[in-house]
């Protein structure tokens, strides 16, 4: 009222003060995301506040520890596994010559569609000691059973194998995508120093990698963390399987939410670990490629040896399996062609596909989100956003089922009382519960590929299109996403061979009359009818090649273009 | 991109819920028997009686959980099951509810139903013993607890204690020795294992008719359906072992059921009723024979092909109720007998 000599401009300033006062629109926006994402999360926790007591001794005396010590060597053989496989075969076909690198490069991540539990039911068929391949040694050597050692492969090492298997294209994806934005400028100076190959790998490349190196290894091992198919079939005891039997079997909801919480635990330790690698440094790329990334030829047995190293991890991921599976399948045409066999992939597809899309917008909301406001907020937000990728699918719908009928309910009985209506069962059971939990689950899949593609265009880019008078809407279209159109390709394919590869929350939470692929093959699979079971796998496996072969295909040409 | 962003809405229309699920001529189903066990028989429902049957299978527990969140408003009416804990978890949580019905009464012994109709076994699984056609002879088995002997030490292939029959199983045995001699025998079984428990029943004939093992524990109709499997390698294994009953001296052989109960908050409750009075009726009861080699729940049914083969045995009476109540007790005590 001191302002009343001009009443308008004053207004001004005392409004835009009540806007400071108010918090940041784009951070909450992005706490309350954060919170409704992780709503499953926090509802399957809220069991700890009921007392375990009785159940989580006998955990504690007789199987606690098998869990810990089973899932800890998993997740280090597997990380094992997938960093050999992913970088090796990433730096081979990124920047390295010799026969057969073209294939390579994208059948590397064929296994990527090869869902977990189908390769382990068919390396199960296969060397199992019923199996042809043991059964044919027998034959041969005259041995029965006792006379020879084989390697079990329902065993701890089997798991391993198996999960190593389809989860290396993580690393690999990641590992060459950064690969291939190296800086040639470094590579030379290196090479100017006196490094040979092997330096020049160690100390520019492999450095300059990290961060997607290991953001590529702990999606792998979160997947591991949440797998229940694999270990549960190969008598495997870990959190996963002693979730569920605590769960299930013993009837303890509170005593489940605590093993569940331990695993979040292993999340975390997953969570700083990368946090810390990328913190020690930040990696932006200097300089311009004004000419294309020299090649090492590899030739003679040095080639070979590369193609041997390319070709295993594809033979044993791959074409073994779907080798298999193809077999099976053949010998079960009728029965799979009689099914509604277009309906199943109808709605595969459909399902994957809105999933893959909202997972991309909604990471790239968070990502952007968090590198317009740092802070240990937003930060944490987006953090908690992406919890539910190392929980197992069936907590997750269980997490999504329990608040979504308390609020169906809800609502009903509010309809009820006001105007004497039923609203029914608005979400529960609905498409739109089921796209919910995949983001739940897989959104830290697009997330950490959408932020390691924003990681690399550095601040100093956005600083020069703003001097240049770009409006911060201008510098997104026209400088990032030209930049992030290989991660946000990635983020996309990544998300929609997941879901459709998705088995428990799908499972659980389809509206009636509703099946896909994965549900199909899962039921003749438990009734342990593997080659009724290899029609529907083999139609996942099919309609995951076509986005992987388009990401395999993006990421080249992207090289090509980025080259000039 | 901006297409995408376009798209959509379009696709959230397409996703959000049509009209909630009214009262009309069908009837909606929870069922952890796979589609393939169970659809043929719902059309043939619909067929005779022009009730459509709305479907969604999955696994028991889940599909308790989804039941048990969607409340009152559940759009089902019936849930249908593989195993008699989880028909009990179901009816202890007050999900289900009492069904009066002359016919299901008449059609299924009273051990094979909850006393009060809450839920109703509609076909039997009978687990039993296999043993190696050349190594093992028939009179060298007698009884489940018989397997801890040290005769059969390094011999005994079974599943993990995951598994819900394993479950049942031994909390048959609770009710029958009590929980210590229980537990004393499940420790000299997993002495006698001849490798540790993975995969299921048919990985365990599979084991016997390799070699691996001499004898191991399965439901029938695991080796039933292998014998007439399409696979040749299957059938070949099948014919390698042979079927004991154990237990027939005593208390007979332990049986669970598939078996289904009307839920609390059904609207199609008439049709629910009158679904599962079709399934007892004569050709569905056959059907699970036929097709799956369950046992029918009705007595008196002949039977063909390889049941016939195997031939009548004595099931076990303890009111599978009995079981339900057990089932927690009996995992924990797999785990202290380190059965994995």
């Not at chain 1, 899932?71 to 090796?88: D, H, K, N, P």
């Not at chain 1, 896909?516 to 529907?536: F, H, M």
């Not at chain 2, 359906?225 to 005593?250: H, I, Y």
């Not at chain 2, 369950?294 to 039977?303: A, D, F, I, Q, R």
Request: charged share 15%.
């Amino acid at each position: 009222m001191a302002v009343a000599g001009n009443p308008t401009r004053p207004a001004a300033p005392a409004g835009r003060a009540f806007w400071r006062r108010l918090p940041d629109p784009w951070t909450v926006a992005i706490v309350l995301l954060a919170l409704l994402l992780a709503t499953p999360v926090l509802t399957v926790f809220s069991a700890l506040l009921v007392p375990a007591g009785e159940v989580w001794h006998h955990l504690v005396e007789t199987v606690l520890a098998d869990y810990v010590v089973n899932s800890l060597l998993l997740m280090l053989g597997v990380a094992a596994g997938a960093l050999s496989i992913g970088v090796t075969g990433a730096w081979l076909t990124a920047q390295c010559l010799f026969p057969g690198r073209r294939l390579f490069e994208w059948a590397l991540l064929l296994p990527l569609a090869v869902p977990a539990y189908i390769i382990a039911y068919t390396y199960t068929g296969l060397l199992d000691f019923a199996g042809p391949v043991q059964t044919a040694l027998r034959a041969l050597f005259g041995w029965s059973y006792g006379d020879y050692w084989f390697p079990p492969v329902r065993s701890l090492g089997g798991a391993i194998a198996m999960l190593s298997l389809v989860l290396y294209p993580y690393v690999y994806l990641l590992a060459r995508a950064a690969f291939l934005e190296q800086s040639v400028q470094a590579l030379d100076a290196a090479r100017i120093l006196g490094c040979g190959p092997w330096q020049r790998f160690l100390r520019v490349t492999l450095p300059g990698a990290r961060p997607a190196i290991i953001a590529g290894l702990s999606l792998a091992l979160m997947e591991t963390l949440a797998d229940y198919g694999t270990v549960q079939y190969f008598g495997v005891q870990t959190f996963t399987t002693g979730i569920f039997r605590t769960w299930f079997g013993l009837g303890d909801a509170g005593a489940a939410a605590q093993l569940a919480a331990l695993l979040m635990l292993f999340v975390f330790a997953l969570i700083l670990l990368e946090r810390r690698s990328r913190h020690q440094a930040r990696y932006h790329h200097v300089g311009q490629r004004s000419r294309p990334l020299q090649s090492v030829r590899l030739t003679g047995w040095r080639g070979w040896l590369a193609t041997l190293a390319c070709a295993l991890p594809l033979a044993l991921g791959f074409v073994i399996p779907v080798g298999q599976l193809l077999l099976w399948a053949l010998a079960t045409l009728d029965s799979t062609l009689a099914d509604p066999f277009p309906t199943l992939v109808w709605h595969t597809l459909l399902l994957a596909a809105s999933a893959a899309l909202l997972a991309l917008v909604l990471a790239l909301f968070m990502a952007y989100g968090k590198r317009l406001r740092p802070g240990p907020l937003v930060g944490g937000a987006v953090q908690v956003a992406a919890l539910g990728y190392a929980i197992p699918g069936t907590v997750i719908a269980v997490g999504v089922m329990l608040p979504f009928g308390w609020l169906d309910n809800a609502v009903d009985a509010w309809a009820r009382a006001e105007f004497g209506r039923s609203t029914g069962l608005l979400l529960s059971g609905t498409l739109f519960a089921l796209l919910f939990a995949y983001q739940v689950r897989f959104l830290a899949v697009a997330l950490q590929t959408v932020e390691a593609g924003l990681g690399r265009i550095k601040p100093a880019m956005d600083e020069s299109a703003r001097m240049l008078g770009y409006a911060p809407r201008s510098i997104l279209r026209r400088v990032h996403l030209p930049m992030l159109r290989g991660s946000l390709l990635t983020a996309i394919l990544l998300v929609f061979v997941d879901v459709m590869k998705e088995l428990p929350a799908t499972l659980i939470m389809r509206p009636f009359n509703f099946n896909t692929l994965a549900v199909r093959a899962y039921e003749l699979a438990s009734d342990e009818r593997l080659a009724e079971a290899a029609g529907p796998a083999l139609a996942i496996v099919v309609a995951g090649l076509l986005p992987v072969i388009l990401l395999s295909r993006s990421i080249t040409r992207s090289r090509s273009t980025a080259v000039g | 991109m901006r297409s995408m962003l376009r798209t959509l809405p379009l696709l959230t229309a397409l996703l959000l819920p049509t009209a909630p699920v009214l009262a009309a001529d069908e009837v909606n189903l929870y069922s952890s028997r796979q589609e393939e066990l169970i659809k043929p028989l719902l059309d043939r429902f619909t067929a005779a009686t022009g009730i459509r049957v709305n479907l969604v299978t999955g696994k028991d527990d889940a599909l308790l959980k989804r039941l048990e969140s969607e409340g009152r408003n559940t759009p089902a009416d019936l849930l249908l099951t593989t195993d008699v804990g989880r028909l009990h978890r179901a009816f202890a949580a007050g999900l289900l509810q009492p069904v009066q019905s002359a016919e299901l009464e008449r059609r299924i012994p009273a051990i094979y139903r909850e006393p009060e109709g809450h839920w109703f076994g509609l076909s039997l699984r009978a687990r039993v013993i296999v043993h190696a056609r050349d190594r093992v002879r028939p009179e060298q088995l007698s009884s489940y607890q018989a397997l801890a002997e040290p005769q059969w030490k390094g011999r005994v292939c079974i599943r993990s204690s995951d598994n819900v029959y394993n479950q049942s199983l031994v909390a048959s045995m609770i009710v029958a020795d009590g929980a210590a001699a229980t537990e004393a025998w499940a420790r000299g079984l997993v002495a006698n294992l001849a490798r540790p428990p993975s995969g299921g029943d048919r990985d365990q004939i599979a084991a016997v008719a390799a070699g691996q093992c001499d004898v191991a524990v399965i439901n029938t109709y695991y080796l039933g359906t292998m014998l007439e499997s399409s696979d040749p390698a299957q059938r070949e294994a099948a014919a390698k072992v042979a079927l004991f009953w154990p237990n027939q001296a005593g208390r007979g052989t332990h049986v669970n059921v598939s078996g289904a109960g009307v839920t609390a908050h059904a609207r199609n409750r008439d049709h629910a009723v009158r679904l599962l009075e079709y399934l007892v009726t004569d050709e569905p009861q056959r059907w699970y024979a036929d097709t799956n080699k369950e046992y029918p729940v009705v007595s008196g049914l002949p039977l063909s092909g390889t049941l016939q083969q195997w031939g009548n045995f004595r099931a076990d009476t303890v009111n599978l109720a009995e079981l339900g109540r057990q089932n927690a007790a009996a995992v924990m005590l797999m785990d202290r007998a380190g059965w994995r």
